[in-house]
């Protein structure tokens, strides 16, 4: 355990190093504030931290979180790495326009909305403590920087234009099941020694598909989203993946087995019932099938269960 944790923190230490080529390339991200107000608020700053890195374990919100997984497993180092998924210049965005849930969404509910989503479980109180401290951790990411809402989609500033990378979509929209193939052979030189061969994770690795990862409803779930993360953040301490490489190892994981998403199971009933809840429809259902399915793809197809069945 202690060698894993060890591994880890080397792991963090080259993706600070290469998070500085990243910037390089043209994406300035300011850094992180030095310290932390005095006081109470300093304090719900630590503790928003906190609830990112260990979300399933924390009293606090282990209750919403329906997975293996914490805010940190995509929100590296807690937000604060200069590549996509950081949560430096986040806040500034806010409230936004949001696309899929078809409403303008404070922080608030952008936070609570991946609990459900990425997290795969309920929806917590936007008024609730873990709530409160997790925006306040982010506000605090973005401190001294300009507000710029954003009309049209809830991330930070920094990876508007990048988020996601336009260079994927093409690639999938051609991929066949030789592109699953090459992305199995990726999976297994370049992910499975952390993530395990069958995709389950291990003790301080997540999991990336079954019933402990995220679902259907994620943007991770997402092939293009889950390339344009990669690209920037795996393998973790090298991430070093042509496009194409990156593009059939999004292919393979997200043909794999993962909860479906039904919005109703993850909005408290009575958030429903009484019209409360911010989106404009509760009738968001997404399935594996229908993710490959918007970039025109079959998934029987792609996995070459088609081809196995004759
Ligand atoms: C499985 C990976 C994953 C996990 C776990 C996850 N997120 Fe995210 N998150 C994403 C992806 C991918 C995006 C951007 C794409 C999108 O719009 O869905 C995102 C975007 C966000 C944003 C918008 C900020 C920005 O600048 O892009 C916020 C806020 C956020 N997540 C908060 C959280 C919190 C809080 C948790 C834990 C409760 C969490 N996320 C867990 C993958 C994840
Ligand atoms: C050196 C070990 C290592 C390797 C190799 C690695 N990962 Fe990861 N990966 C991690 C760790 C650790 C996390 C969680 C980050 C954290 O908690 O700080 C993670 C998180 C993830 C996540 C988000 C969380 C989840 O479970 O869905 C995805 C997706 C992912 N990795 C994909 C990949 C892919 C694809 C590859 C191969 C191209 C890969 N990883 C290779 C260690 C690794």
Redesign the pocket.
């Known amino acids: 355990m202690q060698k894993i944790e060890r591994l880890i923190g080397i792991s963090s230490l080259l993706v600070l190093s290469i998070n500085a080529a990243v910037a390089a390339e043209g994406v300035k991200i300011p850094p992180v504030p030095q310290a932390e107000p005095p006081g109470q608020l300093g304090e719900t700053v630590r503790l928003g931290r906190e609830?990112?890195q260990h979300?399933d374990t924390n009293p606090l919100?282990k209750a919403?979180?329906g997975n293996k997984?914490?805010?940190?497993?995509?929100?590296i180092d807690a937000?604060t790495t200069s590549t996509?998924?950081?949560?430096i210049?986040?806040a500034t965005?806010f409230p936004a326009w949001s696309k899929?849930e078809g409403v303008v969404e404070s922080?608030q509910d952008?936070?609570a909305n991946?609990?459900m989503?990425?997290?795969n479980g309920m929806r917590p109180p936007i008024d609730s403590r873990a709530i409160t401290a997790?925006t306040t951790y982010?506000t605090w990411l973005s401190e001294g920087q300009p507000i710029k809402q954003n009309p049209i989609?809830?991330?930070?500033p920094?990876?508007a234009n990048q988020?996601?990378d336009q260079q994927l979509p093409p690639l999938f929209k051609q991929a066949t099941h030789a592109n699953y193939v090459a992305g199995a052979q990726v999976y297994a030189a370049r992910c499975a020694a952390c993530h395990g061969a069958d995709g389950q994770g291990q003790t301080g690795f997540?999991p990336l598909w079954g019933a402990g990862?995220?679902n259907a409803g994620?943007?991770?779930s997402?092939p293009v989203?889950?390339g344009?993360?990669v690209k920037q953040n795996m393998p973790l301490g090298n991430p070093n993946l042509t496009l194409q490489e990156v593009a059939d190892v999004s292919l393979y994981v997200d043909a794999q087995q993962r909860p479906e998403f039904d919005i109703r199971e993850h909005v408290p009933a009575k958030a429903i019932e009484t019209g409360y809840y911010n989106a404009a429809s509760v009738d968001d259902v997404e399935t594996v099938k229908g993710n490959l399915k918007a970039l025109g793809l079959d998934l029987d197809t792609i996995r070459g269960d088609k081809a196995a069945a004759h």
Not at 69 to 75: A, D, F, K, T, V
């Open positions: 609830l990112m979300t919100t919403f979180v997984l914490n805010c940190s497993s995509c929100h937000g996509v998924g950081t949560f210049g986040s965005a899929r922080l952008r936070i991946c609990f989503r990425s997290m997790m982010m989609k809830p991330v930070t920094f990876f988020w996601p997540p990862s995220y994620a943007g991770m997402k989203q889950m344009t993360w």
